[in-house]
């Protein structure tokens, strides 16, 4: 079993449809991140938390630590919302950052 | 600031070759971090470093794999000598503190024929 685990692994929606994005994890961490990684490859930040919620725009990112699970919303999607969301999570033993294997989220027009 | 900068964005090399990826952090970050994405195992940490110092080096595949940082806003990644196998697109990252938020730079597509 991956100790970070993602879903759905693919997502195709409507533009405006409300998206959520899930991700479990099994490892005690000290913090969560969400990536964006669009088709010409690059890799953005979108939030790292360790708690509650952040919300940046139209995305809107949770995490409850004791059930080891955070969702990334994206409100009023857009064709340009197109990409590979990406969850990993930081061990609290160490610094390294445990990845899930993407969720790729198409939005139509 | 421009962000972190790899160059070169695309390599195409023969198998056997020595290839040299570099990467510019942003000014004031003091972590530097190596991976590696393929479809068969997304991304793979290879390696990071504080404070020029390598911390964590367990993802390096194999010997011929090595990673610097002469200084401390710039590193290379040499693959010596490249195999086909190594063909995938090379990110480096780097960050405040190995706990802080990651900056990835556009990424090196690497083929090695």
């Known amino acids: 079993k991956n100790e970070v685990e993602q879903s759905p692994q693919n997502l195709t929606a409507q533009e405006g449809e409300f998206i959520t994005i899930n991700c479990s994890y099994s490892?005690?961490?000290?913090?969560l991140h969400w990536l964006q990684q669009h088709p010409g490859g690059g890799i953005v930040s979108l939030f790292m938390?360790?708690?509650?919620?952040k919300k940046h725009g139209r995305l809107i990112a949770t995490i409850n630590i004791q059930e080891k699970h955070s969702s990334l919303h994206i409100t009023a999607s857009h064709p340009r919302d197109s990409a590979v969301y990406i969850c990993?999570?930081?061990?609290?033993?160490?610094?390294?950052?445990?990845w899930g294997a993407g969720t790729k989220l198409i939005i139509k027009p | 600031d421009a962000g972190v900068i790899q160059s070169p964005r695309h390599e195409v090399t023969e198998m056997g070759q020595e290839v040299t990826l570099r990467c510019k952090l942003i000014?004031?970050?003091?972590?530097l971090f190596w991976y590696r994405q393929t479809m068969m195992r997304g991304l793979e940490l290879l390696i990071y470093?504080?404070?020029?110092?390598?911390?964590?080096d367990s993802g390096m595949p194999e010997d011929r794999f090595s990673a610097k940082m002469p200084n401390a806003s710039f590193s290379t990644l040499k693959i010596q000598p490249s195999e086909p196998r190594d063909s995938a697109v090379y990110f480096c990252?780097?960050?405040?503190?190995?706990?802080?938020?990651?900056?990835f730079g556009p990424g090196t597509r690497l083929t090695v024929t």
């Open positions: 490892v005690g961490i000290s913090a």
């Open positions: 990252a780097s960050s405040l503190s190995p706990a802080g938020e990651q900056y």
């Open positions: 000014s004031g970050h003091n972590s």
């Open positions: 938390l360790s708690s509650g919620k």
């Open positions: 990993a999570v930081r061990e609290r033993s160490n610094y390294q950052l445990i």
């Open positions: 470093f504080n404070n020029n110092v390598p911390i964590d």
